[in-house]
């Protein structure tokens, strides 16, 4: 098993593992950021409180960030070993011309995401969990949560320059999952030609979902707030 895990094949597998738990969570959070456009930050302030205070979340935190930690540990390992080697990141097939150019600069793609991730967690995940936040009632009084929408909802309605900034991130995750997610399927060993056409194609329409969903929040605050 530790031969496996040290071979390159191993590598991939982990890089692509590692990226699958990813996708998962980014599903989660973008069902839940969708809230944001819905009534007056009612339902988004519960379901960030119940994110936040769940303690099944609360293990899969760290689980988590292990996950952050490790793809790009093991994405920026395999990359320099193939500039010396060949330019191949993930298992590559022939696709389209956009999964073509995603497929060659998926190390930049993701060295973007990390600074717009780093940037993300400045404005939201450090003020939510280590700052003051507005507490906010909606039973009398009785109990107060955290008013995480209003810190969303103001940074996207005062700073038009993070709509921009957020607009573009959710580009940039596109064109990552457009080659990611089927190849990360390739690589754990759905690779026959049948398949592999079918994964494209699902990976077309999850990034396109995913890119969508996150860049219309800030065109909402934007245009509509």
Excluded: C
Excluded at 71 to 82: E, L, M, P, R, V
């Amino acid at each position: 098993m530790s031969g496996l895990l040290s071979s390159s094949l191993g590598r991939k597998l982990i890089m692509s593992v590692s990226g699958l738990f990813l996708m998962l969570f980014l599903t989660v959070h973008l069902g839940v950021n969708l809230l944001l456009m819905f009534g007056d930050g009612e339902l988004f302030n519960h379901a960030a409180h119940f994110m936040g205070t769940n303690p099944a979340i609360k293990i899969m935190e760290p689980i988590l960030a292990a996950g952050f930690i490790i793809h790009i540990i093991y994405a920026s390992f395999i990359t320099i070993k193939n500039q010396k080697a060949r330019p191949v990141k993930y298992a590559v097939t022939k696709g389209n011309e956009l999964t073509s150019w995603s497929s060659k600069n998926m190390y930049i793609l993701g060295a973007m995401l990390l600074i717009f991730m780093v940037i993300h967690m400045a404005n939201f995940f450090w003020k939510i969990k280590f700052g003051e936040m507005a507490q906010i009632s909606y039973d009398n009084g009785l109990t107060y949560i955290d008013d995480t929408y209003s810190l969303v909802a103001g940074l996207f309605i005062n700073y038009w320059m993070y709509d921009v900034l957020y607009i573009i991130g959710g580009i940039l995750l596109g064109l990552h999952l457009s080659h990611g997610f089927w190849s990360a399927f390739q690589t754990i060993g759905w690779n026959g030609n049948v398949w592999i056409k079918r994964l494209e194609m699902i990976a077309k329409v999850f990034a396109v979902i995913v890119a969508t969903g996150f860049s219309i929040i800030p065109l909402f605050f934007l245009f509509f707030k």
